[in-house]
C-alpha cells in the first residue's frame, strides 16, 4: 500500500507523556487524566469536526530514559465525539511503565519515529510534556532538529514545574516550527485544564 490509501486527516498529533522519576505516582496518575478529560471533552471534539476534513490522528507514548519510550496507546483515528471518547478510554487504561531519568531529545526522536504512513496529515505535531530537562542521552538539540528535519511540522511543550529553568529549557532546546508554543503550569493540578485547551489550540492553529 503506498501513500495513496493513506487516510487524509487535518492533523497527526503524537502526545509526549513524561514519566521520568521526578513525577510521583500521584502526579502520573493526574498527567494520566489530564489526556483522558481532554479526550473526554466534547468541546475538545467541537474543535476536531470543525476542521476543514474534520478529523486528526494521535497516539500517546510514554518516555523516560534515552532508551526508554513506548507507544502506549497507538494511532487512533478520531473522526467521532465516540471516537474520541474510545481513546480516552485507551488512555485511562494504560500503567506506568517507567520510573527513571529525563531523556527528552531522545524521546523527540522516538517520537518523530513513531509517524505513521497510515495516515496523511495537513499538519503533523509532537506535543511533549515534562518537567524538567533533558539528563539522560543525547543532549543539546539534537532530537528537536532531528523531528523538524523528518516530516514533523512543528513541536510544543508543556511544562508543570515552578522552575523557570524547565520551562527556559523547553523554549531553548525543545520547542520548534511554525506557531510553537510552550506552555507551564505550577502545578500537576492545573495539568487536565491545560491539555484541553493546549489540544484544542494545535487543532486549530
Do not use: C, H
Amino acid at each position: 500500500a503506498g501513500m495513496a490509501s493513506a487516510i487524509p486527516v487535518d492533523l497527526e498529533l503524537s502526545l509526549l507523556v513524561d514519566v521520568s522519576g521526578s513525577i510521583s505516582a500521584s502526579e502520573f496518575t493526574l498527567q494520566r487524566q489530564g489526556y483522558v478529560d481532554a479526550f473526554n471533552n466534547s468541546s475538545t471534539w467541537d474543535a476536531i469536526s470543525q476542521g476543514s476534513i474534520g478529523s486528526i490522528a494521535v497516539n500517546l507514548i510514554y518516555w523516560s530514559s534515552f532508551n526508554q519510550q513506548v507507544e502506549a496507546v497507538g494511532w487512533s483515528l478520531i473522526d467521532s465525539y465516540a471516537a474520541s471518547q474510545s481513546f480516552a478510554n485507551a488512555i485511562a487504561a494504560t500503567t506506568r511503565p517507567f520510573f527513571n531519568s529525563t531523556g527528552v531529545q531522545s524521546a523527540l526522536i522516538f517520537g518523530a519515529n513513531s509517524f505513521s504512513t497510515a495516515y496523511t496529515g495537513t499538519r503533523s505535531v509532537i506535543d511533549i510534556s515534562g518537567d524538567g530537562a533533558n539528563n539522560s542521552g543525547t543532549g543539546g538539540t539534537a532530537g528537536r532538529d532531528y523531528a523538524l528535519a523528518n516530516g514533523v511540522d512543528t513541536i510544543n511543550g508543556l511544562v508543570f514545574d515552578n522552575n523557570t529553568g524547565v520551562l527556559d529549557y523547553y523554549m531553548n532546546n525543545v520547542i520548534g516550527g511554525p506557531n510553537a508554543f510552550a506552555l507551564q503550569v505550577s502545578t500537576i493540578a492545573e495539568f487536565g485544564t491545560a491539555v484541553d485547551s493546549k489540544i484544542v489550540r494545535e487543532i486549530i492553529n
